[in-house]
């Protein structure tokens, strides 16, 4: 049986779990951490639909409306901000902040990449070890690793380009 898990507003961790264990997990708000929990372990979601899809993945936080909403076996993310890391699935060890951040639908491929800022990283789907700061910065690209990019706007061309860094305005 699953225990210590607290949940806080209507239908938070109310879906029908499955038979592992799921335990020590957070939640608050409504619909959080609403998916089919099979040994989901350590997770703390605060904010509407938060963590709503997470159904294995462990130490995930995810603060702020439908913030990492569609985890489902993804581990020890961190996703603050309305729909930061919304698209995230089953990438780990991810950092999201900021408003609609890293919202692309982020696959393994995608482990430790970082995105801060309004709509920072937002398109990307495969590319591991990305750090993309800024205003929307790197939004167009989709698939593409190890690539640095920093400033307002920086990088917002290139859609598979890895190995980059830019700095600066556009």
């Known amino acids: 049986a699953s225990t210590e ?7 938070s961790g109310g879906a029908t779990w499955v038979t592992a264990a799921s335990n020590y997990n957070v939640a608050v708000g409504n619909a959080t951490m609403f998916g089919a929990m099979n040994a989901a372990l350590n997770n703390v979601s605060v904010g509407y639909g938060s963590l709503n ?10 603060i702020g409306h439908l913030a990492g909403n569609d985890v489902t076996t993804g581990d020890f993310n961190t996703a603050i901000g309305s729909y930061a890391g919304d698209g995230l699935l089953v ?4 950092v999201i902040i900021g408003r609609e951040a890293g919202r692309g639908v982020m696959t393994t491929d995608a482990d430790g990449s970082i995105f801060i800022g309004y709509q920072a990283g937002s398109s990307l789907t495969i590319g591991a070890g990305n750090i993309i700061l800024g205003y929307n910065a790197g939004v167009a690209l989709v698939e593409g690793q190890y690539n640095t990019v ?11 380009d890895s190995n980059c860094t830019a700095i600066g305005y556009q």
């Open 53 to 62: 899809g997470l159904t294995e993945g462990d130490g995930n936080l995810a």
């Open 91 to 94: 990438a780990n060890s991810t």
């Open 5 to 11: 898990n607290t949940f806080i507003g209507k239908d």
């Open 150 to 160: 920093m400033g307002y706007q920086a990088f917002d061309a290139g859609q598979e």
